[in-house]
């Protein structure tokens, strides 16, 4: 069997546990969960949600990059191959840079930033690099343990 087409083990795990069905639930309802962060309207000065009151440095790309780390890293969860995960990965690239598109073409007072683009993918790219080496430290530990 070639690396692409054989099953990830999480993916068989969870099915056997019958969590898949949930596991795609949580997948899809974080996605609409950072679309509606992404696409309201901007936070008030002073607010909780304005992001430039905490005083803290690049806060907003950390922030971008963490949540499309956590994403590509669920999208692993949902993947019964790797080619699938590999597009599933494109697909929340282009998800990502979109909703930064969208900011701008809605006119919600907020703005369209490259740099949160930037953010967004390098998050997907960490997450879906750090998916793979604990996905397959895993597949050989329990290969080991065979």
């Not at 956590?70 to 840079?97: E, I």
């Not at 949160?116 to 793979?132: E, H, I, K, Q, R």
Request: with cysteine.
């Amino acid at each position: 069997m070639s690396k692409h087409t054989e099953p990830i083990s999480l993916y068989v795990s969870l099915k056997a546990r019958q969590l898949l069905i949930w596991i795609w639930l949580l997948f899809i309802l974080y996605g609409v969960f950072i679309a509606g962060l992404t696409l309201m309207p901007a936070a008030e000065k002073g607010s909780l949600a304005d992001l430039d009151s905490y005083g803290i440095s690049g806060l907003d790309k950390l922030l971008h990059g963490l949540t499309y780390m956590l994403f590509a890293m669920l999208a692993l969860c949902v993947s019964r191959q790797y080619r699938f995960y590999t597009t599933l990965l494109v697909g929340l690239m282009m998800f990502g840079s979109l909703l930064e598109v969208f900011q701008g073409i809605l006119h919600l007072g907020r703005e369209s930033s490259f740099s949160d683009a930037v953010a967004n993918l390098s998050g997907v790219m960490l997450g879906g690099l750090l998916s793979w080496y604990l996905e397959r430290h895993a597949a050989n530990k329990s290969n080991r343990n065979r």
